[in-house]
């Protein structure tokens, strides 16, 4: 019994050793090495999901789904693709593949390891880690450019992103802000999900990490970790109707999050974050209304729209995989930069060409899509936490820039999370049966095999 679980045991550190990394690589690559070693740090994940992946073969919990087709018969086209483009060049091609292709399948594979107790331990270490992340955030935020907390990978000394009141956007322990703006909803969705479902934590280790993600707003100064935060709160407000006592637990999370903004209001340097960022907010959007339409809604949703002489423009087979992420351009011409674009869908499409590139973007659709629908059944068994994943989870997947590592660990992480979490078992629920029938309740729950009692019902 022993030796059969220990494959699976093995398969779990692997997924937490995942984790870590996508944590503190970036800390890694800008205090703990030099420029060279730094870029060999960037790809340190790779070597772990290749190895649960064979892991998870000898251990039968590989799973060859259709999204995990899809992404091998990709792999394979645009890999050959590239190949034939004019300026084809296998290190960038390479590159291109891990950052599209390599991580995708580890989704699927958390999906089949991760129980209940896993998740919850996962987001216990995530509230944990937000303390010192935020502390150090904060220093950042504080510290001018040339302090030793505010270097850039390699140990370089380089100008920082700029906010606000002349102050830049903290890196945390990431190498760019990304990794800053995808951990607070994270770590939020988690606390929202531990306080609505009354799983027991520390008191002291929900307020402080509510109080954590409630400065980390503001001295973030990024406007992606606000309006994601704000998603994953409504999210948690329409979840929670699906519990069995909405009044309850709305006045529960209203009295916390009362005494977590008394709480924040009195910390130093919060009014000066808050201040950095209101000024960073009316200078990109403008005071009113029609700003955010313009600079918020209206950028989104043209980057989900790439123009139609794209697809015309770009090249069939594509220009090359991999050619327009800051990796690929760092190799080529030392400057990391997003050559073909920030826009993610556009620089798919240039780089895969129209057939490819679009074949690969249904791929990430078609995951989100998943991400809703079986949201949406959860809630139906009085299980938020699902919801709370994906909503967090859900741009990642769609539209974000899968070029950079720490955004492309995210993705991955969230998703898998959030499948995984379908499969969590809180308010147990009588579902009449006839005797003889085994099967799932709903598709979508495929590794849910339901057993009947004595009786003529069974218990999901």
């Known amino acids: 019994m022993a030796t059969a679980a220990s494959p699976v045991k093995l398969l779990k550190r692997l997924i937490w050793l995942y984790l870590v990394l996508l944590l503190v690589e970036g800390a890694l690559r800008k205090w703990a090495a030099g420029p060279s070693l730094s870029n060999v740090l960037l790809i340190i994940r790779d070597p772990v999901v290749i190895l649960i992946y064979l892991v998870a073969m000898s251990s039968g919990r590989f799973v ?21 483009a004019p300026d084809s060049n296998l290190y960038v091609t390479l590159i291109g593949m891990r950052c599209y292709f390599l991580h995708l399948p580890l989704i699927f594979v958390m999906e089949r390891t991760l129980k209940e107790e896993d998740i919850w331990k996962i987001g216990k270490f995530l509230l944990w880690f937000a303390i010192p992340e935020t502390l150090l955030c904060v220093q950042q935020f504080l510290s001018p450019q040339t302090a030793l907390v505010n270097l850039s990978v390699g140990g370089q000394l380089t100008q920082g992103m700029s906010g606000a009141l002349d102050k830049f956007r903290p890196s945390g322990t990431f190498s760019f802000t990304t990794g800053v703006a995808a951990l607070y909803p994270l770590v939020l969705a988690v606390l929202l999900g531990f306080l609505l479902t009354r799983k027991k934590i520390p008191t002291y280790l929900s307020i402080a990490a509510a109080v954590c993600v ?10 992606t970790n606000a309006l994601t935060c ?6 948690s407000g329409v979840a929670v109707f699906f519990l069995p006592s909405p009044p309850k637990a709305i006045l529960r999370v209203v009295l916390f999050l009362g005494v977590v903004v008394l709480i924040s209001s009195w910390l130093p340097h919060f009014d ?3 201040a950095a960022f209101s000024a960073r907010w009316s200078d990109s959007t403008g005071q009113d209304v029609q700003g955010f339409q313009t600079n918020i809604v209206q950028r989104f949703f043209g980057d989900l729209l790439p123009s139609p002489g794209l697809l015309f423009d770009a090249p069939v087979l594509g220009v090359g995989v991999g050619l327009g992420t800051p990796m690929a351009q760092a190799f080529l011409t030392g400057a990391r930069q997003f050559a073909l674009g920030e826009a993610e869908w556009q620089r798919v499409i240039l780089e895969m060409g129209p057939i490819f590139g679009i074949a690969f973007i249904l791929l990430r659709v078609s995951i989100c899509i998943r991400l809703v629908r079986l949201s949406i059944l959860s809630l139906r068994r009085e299980n938020i936490w699902p919801t709370l994943f994906a909503v967090e989870g859900f741009f990642l997947v769609l539209n974000a820039q899968w070029g950079q590592a720490t955004t492309l660990g995210f993705a991955t992480f969230s998703a898998g999370l959030a499948f995984a979490s379908v499969h969590m078992v809180l308010a147990p629920a009588k579902i009449k049966v006839r005797k003889k029938y085994r099967r799932p309740l709903q598709p979508g729950f495929d590794n849910y095999e339901p057993k009947p009692e004595s009786g003529t019902s069974y218990t999901i």
């Open 64 to 84: 060859f789904n259709g999204y995990v087709a899809g992404c091998l018969m990709l792999a394979a086209g645009t890999f050959c693709a590239s190949l034939l």
């Open 214 to 223: 409630a400065v980390a707003i503001p001295v973030s100064i990024s406007r």
């Open 272 to 274: 000066e974050g808050v």
């Open 230 to 235: 704000a998603l994953v709160l409504l999210a």
